[in-house]
């Protein structure tokens, strides 16, 4: 058998690390905890619910067969499917990032291309950037009044910034001489942007939409334990109100596995655009 190649040695190594931190956490869990331990109360009143314990693997993967096997079904408002809940996360997530990215990638052409629009945008720049999404929750309760919606503005306001900001650097980026050449050949601003600009600067762009879907599944993860109703956000708090802590990690490892897939879609657009670097 030949050596193996790099791809091969890494999965391997992923395997075992894998399978070696599920041994650890299972062999660490103690059995009274994994059944349910009773505290000290409990015991002297002769009895009461079980206290809550970090659960083993074992019990995490029963869970995930059990609500894989039937990720849609939807028993009234606070019982239903993780596969419904994630897809009002998705829905809410794609919502807002489609906003911003109409408002960033027009803004930052604008800011990449002018000097002045750069110079008059960049305090409102600086002074937005730096303010947590969530911060904007309040206000946006207060003036639009719906959860759904407030839930997508906060979304469109934590997306807008990487995408501005390195659709601006990649525009800016572009090099001297290919605008030169498109002017040479008489091609108006629009034309420029459009087969010039815009795909020498597309694999800045595509990192800058990148960055803004990882923020973008972290803050709605937040956004829906504040607002509640749906969603995975309101999964993991609402199963965490039920000390549910199998859930909970369930949940917590759900989160992680669709943020991976959103950013493995856009990896393969950003190699798909990189011929124009």
């Not at 660490?28 to 015991?43: D, K, M, N, R, V």
């Not at 997530?93 to 109409?102: D, E, F, H, K």
């Not at 309760?141 to 919606?149: G, P, T, V, W």
């Not at 999964?235 to 897939?261: A, H, K, P, Q, R």
């Amino acid at each position: 058998m030949g050596m193996l190649s790099l791809n091969q040695r890494a999965a391997l190594l992923s395997v075992l690390l894998l399978v070696g931190g599920l041994l650890v956490w299972e062999l660490s869990i103690p059995a009274q905890q994994a059944a349910g331990e009773l505290t000290e109360y409990e015991l002297l009143t002769g009895g009461g619910a079980p206290k809550a314990g970090v659960p083993p693997p074992s019990e995490v993967l029963a869970k995930a067969w059990e609500e894989l096997s039937n990720p849609f079904y939807d028993a009234g408002p606070n019982d239903k499917g993780i596969g419904i809940q994630i897809g009002y996360s998705i829905y809410r997530v794609l919502a807002g990032y489609a906003l911003a990215a109409m408002v960033a990638i027009p803004l930052g052409f604008l800011i990449g291309m002018s000097p002045v629009a750069y110079k008059a945008l960049n305090p409102f720049i600086q002074v937005l950037r730096p303010i947590s999404p969530l911060a904007w929750m309040p206000l946006a309760l207060f003036i639009i009044q719906d959860s759904e919606a407030s839930a997508i503005f906060v979304i469109f306001i934590c997306s807008i910034w990487p995408m501005l900001i390195n659709t601006a650097f990649g525009v800016a980026g572009v090099r001297q001489d290919w605008v030169n050449v498109a002017r040479t050949h008489e091609l108006g601003p629009f034309k420029t942007a459009f087969t010039v600009i815009l795909p020498a600067a597309a694999p800045t762009i595509i990192t800058g939409m990148r960055i803004s879907i990882g923020i973008a599944w972290l803050v709605i993860v937040a956004a829906e334990m504040l607002v509640g109703g749906t969603g995975i956000g309101y999964y993991v708090w609402n199963e965490w109100n039920n000390l549910d802590l199998t859930s909970v990690i369930f949940s917590i490892l759900m989160i992680g596995i669709v943020g991976m897939l959103l950013d493995a879609c856009f990896g393969a657009l950003s190699r798909a655009v990189a011929y124009a670097e």
